[in-house]
């Protein structure tokens, strides 16, 4: 069972599992948040291995249904309140299903499964945002404290210890990765690069926080689920992952490459969308920089990203330009009301 199957790195890790493993039954658990979105499977949505299953991970007696449906034997956990900016307005949504959810579903695991789990993973997803900030040097590693700066975050680093706990207590088959910032096809636009390209394509302004100089470690999407993949297959229980790209940007550069490509595949003269950059007030408690050092996945595991950032960044703004009408559809409705209230006065 993979929850959040219908976002953004949940549907890629699907589709991923439905066509590489068709003789294992794959249940997309997912309560289809504003975030997502079932367009992003239609590809596969017919397969005889792929279900689908509207459960919020919250309801608890909804998950023990599914889990004696389809007799459910390993998970890999996803779902979650996943963007920064509301968790700075809406914290208890994070604490919700971030939090009680994520402990929801090892409760849940715990009772169908144990006493004994060797033959049974609970797998959790986790981002690289538990370690705060890093200054102008150095890695973030699976020894870095935790040191969470956002409500996000904070509710992230708190679902790792709560699965990490039933790991030691119950000895449950646990496992977590925590990865830096993904890019790709469905990613919702209401995060950096997407809602970048969206802005460019309508010639709107591109709000950039802050002095723009603030870094992120960048891996497509698609790189992160064979990761997910491999650490789900071969990880060692009890073990944490790091992630990563090996691929640092400041915002405003990666932002002025994206204008750049962007222009040449929109026939615009260059420089032109340059011209929409626009510097406005800062996130609060803003991360200055993420760096992964994702050297144990790529020693132990033999993992390590294939795709560039510059072939990623290419195919992702093509994705984008041919897919406008998924971008209207979740451009539309509700998320436009959320969009005004972000950045109406600011
Ligand atoms: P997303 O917001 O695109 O998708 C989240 C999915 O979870 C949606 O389909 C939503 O409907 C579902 N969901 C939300 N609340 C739910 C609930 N209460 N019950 C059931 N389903 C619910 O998120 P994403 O960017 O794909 O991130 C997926 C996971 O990966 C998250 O756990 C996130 O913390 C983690 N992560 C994300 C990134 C990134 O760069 N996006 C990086 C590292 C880790
Ligand atoms: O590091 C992993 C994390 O990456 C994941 O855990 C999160 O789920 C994911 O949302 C992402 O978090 P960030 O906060 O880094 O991503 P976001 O795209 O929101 O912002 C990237 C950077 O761009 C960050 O420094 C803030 C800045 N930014 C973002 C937006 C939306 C802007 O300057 N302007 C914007 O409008």
Redesign the pocket.
């Given at each position: 069972m993979i929850t959040g199957g219908a976002g953004f790195i949940g549907s890629h890790v699907v589709r991923l599992f439905v066509n590489k493993y068709p003789e294992c039954t794959i249940i997309n658990l997912d309560a289809l948040t504003y975030a997502g979105n079932l367009e992003n499977l239609k590809d596969i949505d017919t397969k005889p291995n792929y279900h689908f299953e509207k459960v919020n991970i919250l309801d608890v007696k909804g998950l023990e249904e599914v889990f004696d449906k389809y007799q459910v034997t390993d998970v890999i956990h996803l779902a979650a309140e996943?963007?920064?900016?509301r968790s700075i307005v809406s914290p208890m949504d994070f604490v919700y299903t971030n939090i009680i959810g994520t402990v929801n579903l090892l409760n849940v695991a715990r009772a169908k499964w144990g006493p004994d789990y060797s033959n049974n993973r609970f797998y959790h997803i986790s981002?690289?945002?538990v370690y705060g900030s890093l200054g102008d040097t150095g890695l973030f590693t699976e020894k870095t404290p935790y040191d969470p700066n956002s409500p996000?975050s904070a509710s992230?680093a708190s679902s790792d210890h709560f699965v990490r706990a039933y790991g030691e207590t119950y000895h449950m088959q646990t496992v977590v990765s925590n990865?830096?910032?993904n890019y790709g096809p469905y990613h919702f636009p209401?995060?950096?690069?997407p809602?970048f390209i969206h802005n460019i394509i309508q010639e709107k302004p591109l709000?950039?926080?802050g002095d723009?100089l603030?870094t992120?470690d960048w891996l497509y999407v698609k790189d992160h689920a064979l990761a997910i993949d491999l650490v789900f297959h071969t990880g060692v229980t009890g073990e944490t992952y790091n992630i990563g790209g090996f691929n640092e940007w400041k915002?405003i550069d990666l932002v002025k490459l994206l204008c750049k490509q962007m222009d040449q595949k929109l026939g615009r003269e260059e420089g032109h969308s340059e011209k929409l950059i626009t510097y406005i007030k800062d996130?609060p408690g803003?991360d200055r920089r993420?760096a992964i050092d994702a050297s144990k996945i790529n020693r132990e595991l033999g993992w390590k990203p294939a795709v560039t950032f510059e072939q990623g960044l290419s195919e992702t703004i093509d994705w984008f330009l041919n897919n406008q009408e998924w971008l209207q559809n979740v451009t539309s409705g509700n998320y436009q009301h959320y969009y005004e209230s972000m950045y109406h006065n600011r």
């Open positions: 996943s963007h920064v900016d981002t690289d945002e996000y992230k990865c830096s910032n209401e995060k950096l690069i809602l709000p950039v926080y723009g603030y992120r915002n996130r803003h993420y």
